[in-house]
């Protein structure tokens, strides 16, 4: 009995892994979609895409226009952060929580994220 209840954990928490690798995945592949966001994209667009371009102008001694490779690789890691920061406070408050639970969690999360970052809240004025 106890033999069994260890191996459902175990299987638990091998998918929610597995879920969150693949979340993972898609958000970092969704960056390489931002350079072809036209307008003013959205709230989340800006934060990320604009941020990373004040990252590097900040350490480089020009205009960020020369380095948009070094844009969208800083881009990625603010794309990956803002996406990670929240779900880890997610699961530090549902530690507990089934397999199921937190793979739902991570499910809607990761929708919500990406439909924030290229749909939802559309930037009313641009930089």
């Known amino acids: ?3 069994d209840h260890l191996a459902a954990k175990a299987d638990g928490k091998v998918v929610t892994t597995a879920v969150l690798g693949s979340a993972i995945a898609l958000v970092a592949a969704s960056t ?5 966001v036209r307008g003013y994209g959205t709230t989340l667009f800006q934060f990320v895409a604009l941020g990373a371009a004040a990252i590097v102008e900040s350490m480089a001694s020009s205009s960020g226009d020369g380095h948009l490779t070094a844009v969208w690789l800083v881009a990625l890691l603010v794309n990956l952060a803002s996406y990670l920061i929240p779900l880890v ?4 408050f549902k530690k507990r929580a089934s397999a199921s639970l937190r793979v739902g969690v991570i499910f809607v999360w990761t929708v919500f994220y990406l439909a924030a970052l290229f749909v939802l809240f559309p930037a009313r004025d641009g930089p």
């Open 1 to 3: 009995m106890i033999r």
């Open 32 to 36: 390489a979609a931002l350079p072809y």
């Open 89 to 92: 406070l997610l699961h530090l």
